[in-house]
């Protein structure tokens, strides 16, 4: 068990619908980011957060909207997804940049996402 | 664009032998290097990282990076079938953002 929680671990959505993903962590660490993992494809990075700030916004769609309201939580709103949204999120932590020149990253165990 | 390669394998190495996972990277740049373990299902798992030339050591596993050349890899040494996994390399670019590769699937034949 990891020091990083995400909730729900399962979704299975309409593309009509409004969801949310939570990510909690317990590092004591002030850097959270989500990413997006496809089979066969290598982890994409959609938001990078560092004290609370969003310092990174890949180009990822607007039906996606991170939230960050303190160091420990992290959410990612959902709403008219499409079918090839569909892929495991995960939500990690780490130190912020400027606390430490090592950003080891720790994972959430993901939620996995179906978008009908 | 900065990119990571790393073979998607899979790589079938029988029980108690040497596994050995490679890794290139495009940034010359990059400081710091890591190796993550990812079960089916699960998420990844951080494993080993390095940030000098060099070998270094912990348990079973040895990360190895050459930074002239541009690679780092990873030697398991007496393979265990629980070794069988994605491993995925990541690389720290100059914005100390991740680059990932897509993994190399590793197989270990009891």
């Known amino acids: 068990e990891t020091g990083v929680t995400q909730t729900p671990r399962h979704l299975v959505m309409g593309m009509t619908n409004k969801k949310s993903l939570k990510c909690e962590q317990h590092?004591?660490?002030?850097?959270m980011y989500w990413y997006k993992q496809s089979a066969k494809k290598p982890l994409e990075l959609m938001f990078v957060?560092?004290?609370?700030?969003?310092?990174e916004n890949n180009s990822v769609p607007s039906r996606f909207s991170p939230e960050c309201p303190n160091s420990s939580h992290l959410f990612l709103h959902l709403h008219t997804l499409q079918p090839e949204d569909s892929a495991l999120y995960l939500c990690?932590?780490?130190?912020?940049?400027?606390?430490?020149?090592?950003?080891?990253?720790?994972f959430g165990p993901g939620t996995r996402l179906t978008v009908l | 664009q900065k990119e990571v390669e790393q073979n998607s394998g899979p790589l079938s190495v029988p029980e108690g032998a040497i596994a050995s996972l490679n890794c290139t990277y495009s940034d010359r740049g990059s400081q710091s290097f890591f190796w993550y373990r990812q079960y089916s299902g699960k998420s990844p798992e951080l494993i080993m990282f390095i940030y000098s030339n060099g070998d270094k050591e912990d348990g079973r596993f040895t990360a190895q990076l050459n930074k002239a050349s541009q690679y780092v890899s990873l030697l398991i040494r007496d393979s265990q079938p629980s070794d069988s996994a994605t491993y995925l390399c990541?690389?720290?670019?100059?914005?100390?953002?991740?680059?990932w590769g897509a993994g190399t699937k590793l197989i270990i034949k009891p």
């Open positions: 590092l004591g660490h002030n850097a």
């Open positions: 990541a690389v720290s670019d100059s914005n100390y953002q991740l680059i």
């Open positions: 990690a932590s780490s130190h912020a940049q400027h606390e430490s020149s090592y950003n080891e990253q720790f």
């Open positions: 957060y560092s004290l609370e700030e969003r310092v």
